[in-house]
């Protein structure tokens, strides 16, 4: 009788177990498979001002993600000008004004994609 119930109990605690097991492998496929994002897209080499304006998009990437829109005191370095807030599909995207004048083609940070990108 007693190895009986051992048995039993036995069989409990693993579908237990296996439950607990099943209930977690979401998250823990979700957390192997999740991709980590860069710093920085691509290895460019950054003058100074172009570092300054990329440290303002980190800035204003903060506020975003506290629910701010940057005012227009934060500019870029080069051209003194505000940067550029639009909204597309209920993201707001923060660009750099002249970002050619950095030598790219794009400077920007969003509320969905907290990490400022540069792109040639």
């Not at 237990?16 to 979401?26: E, G, L, T, Y």
Request: charged content about 20%.
């Amino acid at each position: 009788m007693k190895s009986r119930v051992g048995v039993v109990l036995l069989w409990i605690i693993l579908c237990v177990c296996i439950s607990i097991i099943a209930i977690q492998a979401p998250k823990l496929i979700s957390a192997l498979t999740k991709e980590e994002k860069p710093i920085r897209y691509g290895t460019y080499s950054t003058d100074a001002q172009t570092n300054q304006c990329i440290n303002n998009l980190w800035h204003i990437s903060k506020l975003l993600q506290q629910g701010k829109l940057p005012g227009k005191d934060i500019v870029c370095p080069v051209s003194k000008n505000p940067y550029v807030v639009t909204t597309i599909e209920g993201d707001a995207v923060v660009r750099c004004p002249n970002p050619e004048l950095h030598g790219f083609a794009e400077i920007l940070v969003s509320k969905k994609a907290p990490v400022p990108e540069v792109r040639k």
